[in-house]
């Protein structure tokens, strides 16, 4: 007899597996397959990770850090990015930018949803701080998923998380706090390059889908890092070759790319949305960046360092050496012995040794072939360790640990190969849920050691008092600072350009400040912000706003010289209009001026004798202006050149102007910068009419 049917009974067999799977998906309804539950694992893991990290670093939701130091750059060109009015990347102690402002519109969008939206945090640099441990944290466990997929077992994604936390506590046990969450842009690329190192063999092993990854982080590290372009183009036009070749030559190069055209139009996009700051900097700008830069290369072209020194220091990353270039200074640099003199560093070499042990044995006894996407990976960190000695080679100055931190992934990609290879096939069934508990409570690691998984950055006493003593009635100052003290001041310039105090500085630092921020020609009303070493004299109407034994922060306005008077190249009597300021003085570029105020008081039409005492260039003549009006020219050599200047060329009451111009003048040797006379002091007094008779026609 034939049951009767109803509601409650499956008709067929499409039903009864549809309920099935209803049932199954309880508490899991909303998975459709195991590669949904992977993802999922993937997501949660790292989330418990972003907490754990958030909750040891907690401070940064508590208590406010005033930027400083590089920081404060830093913050002033992500300040304009806020606005996308930012063309440029971080400032270079040689003269230019880093190619594009990717890494700072990034910083830009966590402050603006972390600061000024949903105000979790108290100051802007505890935003780019939280953004920046996000970020890393993404692209961590998006290398670990795509390890992840190339092995078969489960239990990979927990190794992987276990062997990342290793690797960080032994880099920021290196240098502190240099991995996961540091905001000093030699230190962001770290984990941008894992996953770009990442990405290209698996793209290359036949996973197209992962080619917006890697055009996405290949272009967010060629705006990282002048040096970057060296790695990044050879290993995507390897991966993408690699992958042409194979998929390209089965299916057709035609019909491999109509099915990708989705994945490659999306790169595409990438590329034109990155290449647009670059292409407006060079439209806009004369000289622009892209000049700037190749004007350092060729200067320091054939400097190259040597080729044991550019290996000793390759080296170093991996005995874990933080001050490479001191030790690299000595013909025996004893790398080994110094990373073996650190117990963390020699547990470290034990365990990498162990591991390497491990993968041999395996390979050995198993006899299984090894994946595509491993093959690719171990080729490419031959290549990756080429082109790094290359780079070492070219790098300008000492080789700092900085200056190549991001090599330090190469360490974690090895690390994350061999645990691939020890565990596929290991325990490729064990339950998911398992999977998940396990992968979120290893981040509890990270509770034993605090130190080496905390921010290190908690700002500067200094710049904190600096920018307390600030009067809110400034109006707008000119910031005047000794050059080798910028780093004092520019945290209170990015304060004061966050708060809208207005403020403007002089064209030679126009790279740190902003084009925005450069002073125009108008002295009247303008008031100067010293920063000066101590002591200095301060009478009314000047300000002493805070000092202590080193600095002094002084609030004064222009004075009104009436001669005799002399004015100097530090900037704090006069407006010094494109030279480039240095210890002892200034040197002017092409066409510099001097702007500083006449009282009205002082007497008119009498001559006055103009003393400039500085150095010229053999074959750069110097020709001498005041207010428009030719006074004479100088000639290289000459270090007291004087002019007697007709009074009525002077503009009492009114701000004046002497300039210097030098039609030829341009780079000395491997120095940037444009340069033409060196001003070490100018004096003005009234010439004295009883003098020589070839004088007396300027007293008439």
């Known amino acids: ?40 694992s993937i997501s949660v893991a790292a989330l418990a990770f972003i907490l754990i990290l958030l909750k040891i670093n907690h401070e940064l939701f508590t208590v406010p850090i005033n930027e400083y130091y590089d920081f404060a750059a830093n913050t002033i060109q992500i300040e304009r990015a806020k606005h996308f009015h930012e063309l440029l990347g971080n400032y270079s102690r040689w ?50 998923a795509i390890f992840a997929k190339q092995c078969r077992s489960r239990l990979f994604l927990p190794a992987g998380v276990a062997l990342s936390i290793y690797f960080v506590y032994v880099v920021n046990h290196t240098v502190a706090g240099s991995a996961i969450v540091a905001v000093w842009m030699p230190y962001v690329p770290l984990f941008c390059f894992v996953l770009f190192a990442t990405a290209c063999p698996s793209v290359a092993s036949g996973n197209i889908k992962q080619l917006p990854i890697l055009t996405f982080t290949g272009l967010m590290l060629l705006h990282g890092h002048i040096a970057q372009p060296l790695f990044v183009c050879p290993l995507a036009a390897l991966a993408l070759s690699a992958v042409l070749l194979s998929q390209g030559r089965q299916m057709g190069l035609r019909h491999f790319i109509r099915v990708n055209r989705t994945l490659f139009l999306i790169s595409i996009v990438l590329v034109l949305v990155f290449a647009t700051p670059i292409l407006l900097d060079v439209m806009l700008n004369n000289p622009n960046n892209i ?13 190259q360092k040597g080729w044991g020194q550019s290996l000793k220091y390759e080296i170093s990353f991996f005995t874990f050496l933080p001050n490479p270039d001191v030790v690299l200074q000595s013909a025996s640099a004893q790398l080994i012995s110094r990373g073996g003199s650190n117990p963390y560093v020699v547990v470290y070499w034990c365990f990498c040794c162990f591991l390497a042990g491990l993968t041999t044995g395996n390979l ?53 190969g061999m645990g691939c290879l020890i565990l596929n096939g290991v325990a490729p069934t064990l339950k998911w849920m398992s999977i998940i508990a396990l992968s979120c409570a290893l981040p509890s690691l990270m509770l034993i050691a605090k130190p080496y998984f905390r921010n290190a950055e908690t700002g500067w006493e200094r710049t904190d008092r600096l920018i307390a003593s600030l009067p809110p009635d400034m109006g707008l100052v000119h910031v005047t600072f000794p050059t080798e003290d910028w780093l004092e001041i520019i945290g209170v310039a990015s304060h004061m350009k966050r708060e809208g105090h207005p403020f403007c500085i002089t064209d030679d630092y126009w790279s740190l ?21 101590a002591p200095r004299r301060c009478e009314a109407p000047c300000r002493t706003l805070e000092h202590d034994e080193q600095f002094v922060l002084l609030l004064s306005p222009y004075p009104w010289f009436k001669p005799p008077f002399q004015i100097e190249g530090d900037g704090v009597s006069s407006l010094n209009k494109d030279f480039y300021r240095e210890e002892e003085g200034m040197w002017s570029s092409k066409s510099s001026t ?38 004479g020219i100088i000639s290289a050599g000459q270090h007291i050149s004087e002019f007697v200047v007709d009074g009525n060329s002077f503009r009492p009451g ?16 491997r120095d940037w910068r444009v340069l033409g006379f060196f001003v070490k002091k100018v004096e003005f007094e009234v010439f004295n009419c009883r003098g020589p008779s070839r004088e007396l026609q300027n007293c008439r």
Request: aromatic share 12%; net charge neutral.
């Open 95 to 144: 003269g230019f930018h880093h190619p594009g402002p990717a890494f700072f519109y990034v910083l830009a969008s966590g402050e603006a949803v972390l600061h000024d939206w949903l105000q979790v945090v108290p100051a802007v640099m505890n935003a780019q701080l939280v953004t920046i441990l996000i970020l890393n944290s993404i692209f961590l466990f998006i290398t670990i």
């Open 654 to 669: 009114r701000e004046n102007g002497l300039m210097f111009k030098v039609e030829n003048a341009g780079p000395v040797g």
């Open 1 to 40: 007899m034939v049951p009767k049917q109803t509601a409650t009974t499956p008709s067929t067999n499409e039903e009864r597996t549809r309920l099935h799977h209803r049932r199954d998906f309880i508490p899991w309804s909303f998975l459709a397959s195991d590669h949904a539950k992977y993802l999922i």
């Open 594 to 631: 001097i702007h500083f105020l006449l009282a009205p008081e002082a007497e008119k039409g009498l001559p006055v004798r103009v003393r400039i005492i500085g150095e010229g260039l053999p074959g750069r003549p110097v020709e001498i202006s005041l207010n428009g009006r030719h006074i």
């Open 364 to 416: 050995i006894s198993r006899r299984r072939p090894v994946p595509a996407f491993l093959k690719y990976l171990m080729a490419e960190v031959v290549i990756i360790g080429l082109l790094f000695f290359f780079w070492s080679r070219q790098i300008s100055g000492p080789l700092y640990n900085f200056n190549g931190h991001f090599f330090y992934s190469v360490q974690l990609l090895i690390l994350l």
């Open 291 to 303: 000049h700037n830069i190749l004007v350092h290369m060729s200067g320091y072209h054939g400097m």
């Open 513 to 533: 400040f902003g084009h925005e921020n450069v002073c125009d020609d108008h002295m009247i009303g303008l008031q100067n912000l010293i920063l000066a070493p």
